[in-house]
């Protein structure tokens, strides 16, 4: 996980609230993107940004805003958080979309939503 | 979308046992990734593969790209009690809107 980092590791939001998940990297990698994992599920991709200024949506946008103003930070946005969204999040960068051996995990954000 | 089956959600095994996962998939795929999750941390790749028939090993594990590309399966050799973990695969393409598909995951307990 050196070099993506996550924060907070933790947060406890009630329904309605909004919040923002930091990640931060130093590894000048082009490609950033977000995933949540629930029970069963699996990853599944949220937003992912193929460099700076450029941001797409993946598999379950809904309810996650997502900016890339630099190349090292790509924030998670919950406009207005929903008990659903209670969820372990994964910020990852890679130097390419698909380069798997490329591909690094920052520690994750728990996220309970109330 | 594209999809991964992964199953079972679980398996238990005995230290010093083999275990085999297997990875399928509906559609074709040029990249298959094998990844394990500890309890608490980021996913880690373990094994990428980029071509079919390929057979790649790391260490006790063991990833075979499938002829079809439709499938990979995943072995490791000889269990040991830090093999505990979520084991997941994913598939991706090539091109500019190829994306990374990630399979459920399959926990694996390791007894002592």
């Known amino acids: 996980n050196a070099g993506v980092t996550q924060t907070p590791k933790f947060q406890v939001l009630k329904t309605g609230q909004s919040m923002t998940l930091q990640c931060a990297q130093d590894m000048n990698h082009e490609y950033m993107s977000w995933y949540r994992q629930d029970p069963g599920m699996g990853l599944r991709l949220i937003h992912y940004s193929v460099g700076a200024g450029i941001t797409d949506q993946g598999e379950v946008p809904n309810g996650y805003n997502v900016s890339r103003s630099t190349t090292e930070d790509f924030p998670l946005r919950l406009l207005s958080a929903a008990p659903s969204q209670t969820s372990v999040y994964f910020c990852?960068?890679?130097?390419?979309?698909?380069?798997?051996?490329?591909?690094?995990f920052g520690e994750g954000s728990w996220l309970t939503v109330v | 979308g594209q999809q991964l089956n992964q199953s079972p959600q679980s398996m238990f095994i005995q230290e010093g046992e083999d275990v085999s996962m297997n990875c399928t998939s509906s559609s074709i795929f040029n990249t298959w990734l094998w990844y394990k999750q500890d309890p608490g941390e980021g996913p880690v790749l373990l094994i990428a593969?980029?071509?079919?028939?390929e057979l790649t090993s790391n260490g006790r594990l063991t990833a075979q790209f499938g002829i079809t590309r439709k499938d990979s399966f995943l072995n490791i050799s000889a269990s040991i009690p830090s093999d505990v973990g979520i084991y997941f695969c994913?598939?991706?393409?090539?091109?500019?809107?190829?994306?990374?598909?990630f399979g459920k995951g399959i926990t694996l307990s390791v007894r002592p």
């Open positions: 990852a960068t890679a130097t390419g979309l698909w380069g798997g051996n490329t591909i690094y």
């Open positions: 994913a598939g991706a393409n090539t091109g500019a809107n190829s994306k990374l598909t």
């Open positions: 593969l980029y071509k079919a028939g």
